[in-house]
C-alpha cells in the first residue's frame, strides 16, 4: 500500500473523570420541570490529513470539535435593598439547564511509525499543538425558580421558563497540545480500521467578558471560565473511525 496521503475519521468519546463534572448535579428539561441529571459523555469528531514524508513519519494537518456542558449555580442573590442598607439582599434558588459548550481545535500534526509499522499504517503515536476556540452553542435553556428552598421535593418551584442565549455569550481561545497513540488495521488496498486514545490538555486565555448583555448577571463569569478550564485542562479520549489512502 504505497500511498503518499491519508485521511483520518474518527469519532471520539470520553467520560470527565479527570474533571470530576460526572460527579457534578446538573439539570435538564422534562415537560414544565426541570430533573437531575448528570454528564456522564463527553463527545466530538476528529479530521487528521497526512502526508507521509518518510516510511516512518508524517507531517499534516489536525482539525476537531467536541461537545460538553457546563453545570449552572444553584442559587443567586438579587440586590434589592435601599441604599445605606445593610440588607444582604434576596436569595433566589435556581434550577438552570446544564450550559452546552462545543470545543473547536486546530493545528499542525507529526505522526511517527513504529519499528514494525510504516507511515499511514499499523501502530504509531502523533503530536500536535494548535489553538482552540471554546463556543456557546445557542439556544433557549431551560430554568427553574424557587424562593423558598433548593429541596427537589419542594412543589414551590416555578414551571419551566426558557432564556435564550442568542448571540451574547463570547468565546473563549486558548492553545492545545496533544499526543496520543493509534492502530491502523487494512480492510482494503484503499481502507483501514482505525482505533487509539489521545490525551488533550488546554490552556485558555480569560476573556474580558462572556456575556454581552449586561442584564445577564445571574451568570458569574468567572465561574463560568473556572469550568470550561477545569473540563478543558487535561482529557483522554478514545477514537475510533476510518483512514483512508491516497
Known sequence: MNKKNHFDFSVVGNVPLVSGSFKETEFKTSG???????????????????????????????????????SMPSNYTSLYAGKGSKSPGDTTYLRF??????????????????????????????????????????????????????????????????????????NVFGIYAQTGFKLRIPISNFMSFYTGFRYTVVVNSKPDSFIDNKDSDVFNSEDVFYQIQRENLFTTTFDLGITFYL
Open 97 to 170: 439547564e446544564s450550559l452546552k459548550y462545543r470545543n473547536l481545535y486546530f493545528g499542525p500534526s507529526f505522526e511517527f511509525a513504529s519499528k514494525q509499522g510504516s507511515s499511514g499504517i499499523g501502530f504509531s503515536y502523533d503530536f500536535s499543538v494548535g489553538i482552540s476556540l471554546s463556543s456557546m452553542r445557542n439556544g433557549n435553556y431551560g430554568y427553574s425558580l424557587n424562593e423558598f428552598t433548593n429541596s427537589g421535593d419542594d412543589n414551590r418551584w416555578s414551571n419551566t421558563d426558557y432564556y435564550e442565549t442568542a448571540l451574547e455569550w463570547n
Open 32 to 70: 414544565d420541570e426541570m430533573v437531575e441529571t448528570k454528564d456522564w459523555l463527553d463527545y466530538g469528531v476528529n479530521f487528521n490529513y497526512y502526508r507521509a514524508m518518510s516510511k516512518r513519519f508524517s507531517l499534516g494537518v489536525f482539525a476537531a470539535f467536541k461537545n460538553y456542558e457546563l
